[in-house]
């Protein structure tokens, strides 16, 4: 989005260590050479979201899936618009769910307008491949 890489959530050393689950969204600019400026926290989420995967589409950023707070696999999609300065809005559950919790999810391209979430790990490995709905450009 406006030559930026975003990065949602994390995590800071093992799955195992719940003190170093990251809340934070980072933001760094994409050069003119292509190389990154400097990261700049520019939201803090209420829960933390490890293993996720993160997208960005128009003017909204995308978080699909992930073991949120360190305790369970979630189905949700959280979504946040982002200002004219890039800064994601406040964040929000998407209506649209995945058809299971699943992490490991790792990357959801973007195609069409549509996000694909394929693959990963809920309470067993995933194989599905899911599909969502038309997103807002």
Same mark, same amino acid.
């Given at each position: 989005h406006r030559d930026a890489i975003y990065l949602v959530g994390g995590i800071a050393a093992t799955p195992r260590d719940v003190d170093q689950l990251r809340r934070d969204v980072i933001r760094a600019p994409i050069l003119a050479d292509?190389? +990154?400026? @400097?990261? !700049?926290?520019v939201s803090v989420? !209420?829960?933390?979201?490890?293993?996720?995967?993160a997208a960005v589409q128009g003017?909204?950023?995308y978080l699909v899936g992930g073991v949120e707070n360190g305790r369970?696999?979630?189905?949700?999609?959280? =979504? @946040?618009?982002l200002g004219?300065?890039?800064r994601p809005g406040a964040w929000t559950t998407a209506?649209?769910?995945? $058809?299971? /919790?699943?992490a490991h999810?790792?990357?959801?391209? #973007?195609? /069409?307008?549509? +996000?694909?979430?394929?693959? /990963? #790990?809920?309470?067993? $490995? #995933?194989?599905? =491949?899911?599909?969502?709905? $038309? #997103? $807002?450009?």
């Open positions: 292509g190389r +990154l400026g @400097a990261w !700049d926290t989420m !209420d829960s933390s979201y490890v293993t996720a995967a003017d909204a950023v369970r696999y979630t189905d949700g999609v959280q =979504v @946040a618009r004219r300065d890039g209506a649209g769910r995945l $058809p299971a /919790g699943r999810v790792h990357q959801v391209p #973007l195609v /069409g307008g549509r +996000l694909y979430s394929v693959a /990963g #790990l809920g309470a067993a $490995p #995933l194989a599905e =491949v899911y599909v969502s709905g $038309p #997103l $807002p450009r």
